[in-house]
């Protein structure tokens, strides 16, 4: 007996079902996206590894699939480089492709490769898959969908508001509570100045991303194994362990603790006009100043946003901050940028374990015609028109089965009405509706479909 088909670890399939909760989602962010006046573009799955490699870290770089060179991929290899087993020459060598890890750097590519059709500052959204060879776990995929909306090519906090209102309004409007952190990566950089070490700040930034998941002792451990030695630890140890005071007095005791370095008090004060500006900008979710928020991705420069749900345990569910060198490393220096990306898979686990979903406008169809024969198929097509022309989701059941069948169909798909349009009605020229919720039936002329249609079908 054959075995069963199977997908591979950390991918998924979405049933009907699924997907119409998912994509309540793309539309919800999607809808806030537009309001704001983002514009939607799509960059390939594929990029060249010289795009992706070097952008997202040593660990970052692990995680890319790569992809083997079309044909003989072993051609240019020796068979002492075969030997050898130098996995990452040989990845090099025989891989010239990856899939995509995150939409930002595919979105500097782009923005370079396009810089003469772009007008600045150029704000755009990106709803599209992306993949992780990464270690498949509750709430991480191997391939998974993410949200990004960016603005490049302006240097304003105003931009960084913007982007904080996005988040309220688009958690806001699926009912999900959040927690949004922020920190800035120029405050991170004077912390590891004033440790003595700033040539060591991407050892201390990755460390410290781990700070919420394994504790102080373990992030200790850590940046001991990096060679970092004992002093500098305990000045960083020192700083975080102001982690409970309120937002203004940390940036006060920051503003004491790091006065003699101006990359750190240039954070500060940019931390300052954004936490003004979020007064005035009505945002209804928590707001923390978190010093363990680095976001280890090698590319932030300035201010760093990591949303978590408040009542379950997942992870982050969105989170970006602002680069500024980015698009210089493809030859365009001197163009800054800031974006956040919603974890729609994240977001759709806590939405479906919270049980926010509408479960009755699950259903993909608003009325099925029942299927009587012929000469009753001819008659539904004509109201399968009408309907259609009014903006109601309809279809007609494409066999002449039993009527029992057919009641299943509309049961296991959530139709909430039903056209019966048999021999009686067709010499009446008119048509039975059942409502599925309440069994209720009712006979009514043909051309008094459009009235029922505005009255009743598309206020339920």
Not at 195 to 214: F, M, N, Q, S, W
Not at 234 to 250: F, H, M, Q
Request: proline residues 3%; negative net charge; contains cysteine.
């Amino acid at each position: 007996m054959s075995s069963k088909p199977s997908i591979p670890k950390g991918t998924r399939d979405f049933s009907t079902e699924e997907m119409l909760k998912r994509e309540y989602i793309f539309e919800t962010i999607k809808q806030v996206f537009k309001l704001y006046g983002y514009q939607p573009i799509e960059t390939p799955a594929i990029e060249n590894l010289t795009t992706l490699l070097g952008k997202y870290g040593e660990e970052g770089d692990k995680l890319l699939f790569r992809i083997l060179n079309s044909g003989d991929f072993l051609s240019s290899v020796s068979d002492d480089g075969l030997a050898k087993r130098e996995y990452a020459k040989l990845s090099s060598i025989i891989c010239e492709k990856g899939l995509r890890y995150d939409l930002t750097v595919p979105f500097a590519r782009y923005v370079v490769q396009h810089r003469d059709e772009i007008v600045f500052p150029f704000k755009r959204y990106q709803i599209q898959p992306v993949w992780r060879a990464d270690r498949p776990q509750k709430g991480r995929y191997r391939e998974f969908f993410q949200c990004d909306v960016d603005v490049i090519g302006s240097d304003s906090l105003l931009n960084e508001l913007e982007l904080i209102q996005i988040i309220d309004q688009v958690f806001e409007s699926l009912k999900v509570g959040i927690q949004i952190k922020i920190n800035n990566r120029k405050i991170l950089a004077g912390i590891a100045e004033f440790a003595g070490i700033p040539e060591r700040i991407t050892d201390i930034t990755v460390a410290l991303d781990k700070y919420e998941k394994i504790g102080w002792d373990n992030v200790k451990v850590e940046l001991q194994s990096k060679g970092i030695n004992s002093k500098s630890i305990s000045d960083i140890e020192s700083i975080i362990n102001v982690i409970r005071l309120t937002n203004p007095k940390k940036l006060i005791f920051l503003r004491r603790i790091l006065m003699d370095f101006p990359i750190g008090l240039e954070g500060i004060k940019e931390l300052e006009e954004l936490f003004h500006l979020l007064e005035k900008g009505n945002i209804n979710a928590s707001i923390v100043f978190d010093l363990t928020l680095a976001r280890g991705l090698n590319y932030y420069t300035g201010a760093i946003i990591e949303v978590k749900s408040a009542d379950i345990n997942i992870g982050s569910i969105c989170g970006g901050g602002r680069y500024d060198n980015l698009t210089g490393i493809f030859g365009l220096p001197g163009v800054s940028g800031v974006g956040v990306s919603f974890g729609a898979d994240r977001i759709y686990d806590v939405m479906d374990q919270l049980s926010l979903f509408d479960v009755d406008n699950s259903s993909s169809t608003d009325v099925l015609l029942l299927n009587f024969g012929e000469a009753e198929t001819e008659y539904g097509l004509r109201i399968l028109g009408i309907l259609r022309n009014f903006k109601v989701r309809a279809e007609l059941y494409p066999d002449q089965s039993k009527l029992k069948k057919q009641m299943s169909y509309a049961v296991s798909k959530n139709i909430p009405y039903i056209i019966i349009a048999g021999e009686d009605e067709i010499k009446e020229n008119n048509i039975t509706i059942k409502t599925m919720s309440s069994e209720e039936q009712k006979t009514i002329p043909l051309d008094e479909l459009g009235s029922f249609v505005n009255k009743v079908i598309k206020k339920s």
